[in-house]
């Protein structure tokens, strides 16, 4: 599947920067307007445990990652007018379709997480690091309310080491064993889906 996965991944992430770089350029703009820069960079641990820049659209103040914890939930006063929206959105993870691109990601496969807490992963939970990281996955629509449950934990940093990232980490190894080029497809239309409901705008919109 590694050949047809990565043409997979060329021709979605190629033609999504075609079809979206208006939007992307106005979003750069709105972000700009805001103050700082409009992208923001972090290094994230990829396939390998090879560590690579993640991009995204900046939707936290600058200097947020000296402010606070690297995990952010529901209410994070770090959080710009601006972004709240892109990450209500998710528009905030596109500019990630130029890691597609460059090799870094893969359309759908793990969240890619900082090596603080690829560190804490368990021998077991390593295995995770075999598989091309991405831009969605099913973790990340079974918890599409992160934010929410993170905001409602007493130590959110803990409640995500000790619950979220393990149950994350083990549906991503199950969809892994048996996933095709057929089922990225899939597990895109969903996404899709799942952020239309979210945002409350109607299908084919």
Sequence with gaps: MKLSKRIFDIVGSGAGLLMLWPALVVIALLVKLDGGPALFRQTRIGRGGRPFQILKFRTMV????RLGPQITSHGDPRVTAVGAWLRRT?????PQLINVLRGDMSLVGPRP???????RYTPQQRRVLEVMPGLTD????????????LAAASDPEQFYVGELMPAKIRLNLEYAESATVASDFGVI??????I???NGTPHGA
């Design 113 to 119: 997480e900082v090596s603080r807490y690829v560190d």
């Design 90 to 94: 998710k528009l905030d993870e596109l």
């Design 189 to 194: 239309l969903r996404t899709i889906g799942v």
């Design 196 to 198: 239309s409901r979210q």
């Design 138 to 149: 099913p973790a990340s629509l079974r918890y599409i309310d992160e934010g929410a449950l």
């Design 62 to 65: 600058v200097g947020a990652e």
